[in-house]
């Protein structure tokens, strides 16, 4: 899989850019769906929903929204890309100078240095981070540009004091990550992607990454932070959640993802959702009811 290039130019008289989009899950929009990389840091708000977050080489998904900080070169995908419903987001993106050269040694800035480290492996917060920052990213929409300058500076050290985060990927692996891991993971992505529906056999995803069994589990923790069972199941739910808002029987939706017991099914959407499959479609329902 490989990551295209993107060129970004800050809003005029300013020296970073915020954007907004609004848009059905799966429609293009004017932003980039597809795993590309570029200069700039990036800080992206998505508003509650439920959605894939791909970054580096960490591929899981978020519920309830996401707030995540993305180094410069650091590949992504676009975080509306296997949206639930309306998917809703605010991105800031501005290069490390764009104070001016230097900057970021002064005193002042040492613990947002420290920040810019840490998201080169890709940063999620969630909880009060999560909550109080949302409010402040969606105020830059309203505020002049000397006004948003402020509440930027504001926003990153906030993010730099808070404990409320994990890293998606083990190390740093901004654009200089090895071409033969990417398109290796993007065969197992797309195995799983076209069979989650059916038993999966490991061994058939160790033989497509030419790895015995061992080496292939050790190998996929190692890249996507998470184990092969974990995204199988991860993926299977997101895909459950989809379904679920059409309508269709519970029981149906459980077969089709690839679960062949109900209940189990049930322990592992709570797992990852926090409430049962029945719940969640209750709860899409009637937030979708308010808008």
Known sequence: ????????????????????????????????WSYHYHPEYEIVL????????????????????????????????????????MHEEIVIQFKENFLGDGFIESREMASIKLLFERSKQ?????????????????????????????ELLNILQNLAKSTEYILLNASDIRYNFSLKDQERLNKIYKFVEDNYRQEIDIQEVANLSNLTIPAFCNYFKKNANQTFTEFVNEYRINQACKMLLTGEDITDICFHCGFNNVSYFGRVFREFKGKSPSQFRRAFIDSFNQV
């Open 1 to 32: 899989m490989k990551a295209e290039f993107e060129i970004i130019q800050p809003d005029e008289g300013s020296s970073f850019r915020v954007l907004y989009h609004k848009v059905p899950a799966g429609s293009s929009g004017d932003f980039r």
């Open 46 to 85: 998505v508003f509650q929903g439920e959605g894939r977050r791909h970054v580096g080489n960490h591929l899981s998904y978020y519920t309830e929204g996401d707030l995540v900080m993305i180094a410069s070169d650091l590949p992504h995908s676009g975080f509306g890309y296997g949206a639930i419903g």
């Open 122 to 150: 890709g940063i999620s917060f969630y909880g009060e981070t999560y909550e109080q920052l949302s409010k402040s990213i969606k105020k830059l929409l309203e505020l002049t540009p000397f006004e948003r300058l402020v």
